[in-house]
């Protein structure tokens, strides 16, 4: 009996000899570096940012006077984290017969002297809302994700230079990121390697989290977005959706995906989408996964990311049916 279980203890280390084993992405040092973002990320500062877009402005249809507040505290809050190259891009857009004016407003975190690899990631949002609505998910939710990312992100370390913009006028046919988009040169498309949009993250009632993409194909932002949610929260699916400003990036041909829970709230586009509903989880949930994905390209000791390239620690991920 004992020479049988010596026989069966050493082939069996015989087979995990010659069995490979994958190291679990949660462990290792990209969870260090992601704890770097991860434990930085304020939960109160992003459900703070909600509150005030939602219940203190309220609704901030595109050309309105309440548009006009949130550019105000947009610009306000990125200065307060130290960004210098804060711009407000001024368009116009058609909308019933009607010189409608709305605004994108940007801050550009730039990187480190001698660790620039000449990439740049663009992270979205967009700040109105419907003009019946306080849109405290649709999109208060995204832009205080945004509006968080941009403070811990403004003193990191980074070899890549990071974009955050809020989008006006989403609600009327993405037409700032569309403006936005139009915009760029050449030379900026060529050097785009991610973009990451985040539209209604904190509803409560909502399902879950779903990367959505203009074609339903996997790129290099979901490759990212699927490695990070592995190591950081769980598994993030993929789906097909456009109707969101991740739309005109991709159709530069720039990788970019679209970050929302699925199915939706019941009261999306309505005067319901109150704070009350909002998720505190939700929202330092999707900061988390978006965050560790952001930084997995961006800080100065990784090469740097061709668009054709997959994530640093590949995940077998799945294909979601959508279910808007």
């Known amino acids: 009996m004992k020479l049988f279980k010596k026989a069966s203890m050493v082939f069996l280390l015989c087979l995990l000899i010659a069995t490979p084993v994958y190291a679990s992405p949660a462990g290792g040092a990209d969870q260090a570096f992601d704890n770097k ?43 307060s984290y130290g960004y210098k190259d804060v711009k407000v891009h001024e368009f116009t857009f058609p909308s019933g017969g009607k010189n409608i004016t709305s605004y994108n407003v940007e801050a550009v975190k730039e990187p480190m002297k001698n660790h620039n690899k000449g990439q740049e990631i663009i992270v979205g949002a967009h700040h109105d809302s419907v ?5 405290a998910n649709d999109d208060a939710s995204g832009t205080a994700a945004l509006l968080e990312l941009a403070r811990v992100f403004a ?21 700032g990121s569309r403006r936005y988009a139009e915009e760029m040169t050449n030379q900026e498309v060529d ?45 993030v699916p993929y789906s097909e ?39 505190k989880e939700k929202l330092k ?32 991920y799945y294909y979601k049916e959508p279910e808007l």
């Not at 003009?131 to 849109?135: M, R, V």
């Not at 990191?156 to 230079?161: H, I």
């Not at 959706?241 to 199915?263: E, K, Q």
Request: charged share 20%; glycine share 8%; proline share 5%.
């Open 37 to 79: 973002i991860v434990k930085r990320v304020k939960t109160e500062n992003i459900y703070d940012h909600v509150a005030y877009l939602s219940q203190v402005i309220g609704s901030r249809g595109a050309g309105t006077e309440g548009e006009l507040e949130t550019v105000d505290y947009l610009v306000d809050q990125f200065r």
């Open 131 to 135: 003009p019946w609505g306080p849109g």
């Open 155 to 175: 003193d990191t370390p980074t070899d890549t230079t990071i974009k955050f913009v809020a989008f006006g006028a989403e609600e009327y046919g993405l037409w």
């Open 191 to 235: 050097k785009t390697v991610a973009m990451f949009q985040l539209d209604m993250v904190g509803s409560a009632d909502a399902g879950d989290l779903v990367m959505f993409t203009a074609n339903g194909e996997k790129n290099t932002v979901t490759d990212l977005g699927a490695a990070a949610g592995s190591r950081v929260s769980e598994l």
């Open 241 to 279: 959706l456009g109707r969101s400003d991740h739309v005109p990036f991709h159709n530069l041909g720039i990788p970019a995906a679209l970050f929302i829970h699925t199915p939706l709230e019941p009261w999306y586009h309505t005067e319901d989408d109150l704070l009350q509903y909002i998720s």
């Open 285 to 316: 949930d999707v900061s988390n996964i978006v965050g560790a994905a952001i930084y997995q390209i961006a800080r100065k000791d990784t090469p740097a990311l061709e668009k054709s390239q997959v994530a640093p620690v590949p995940v077998d």
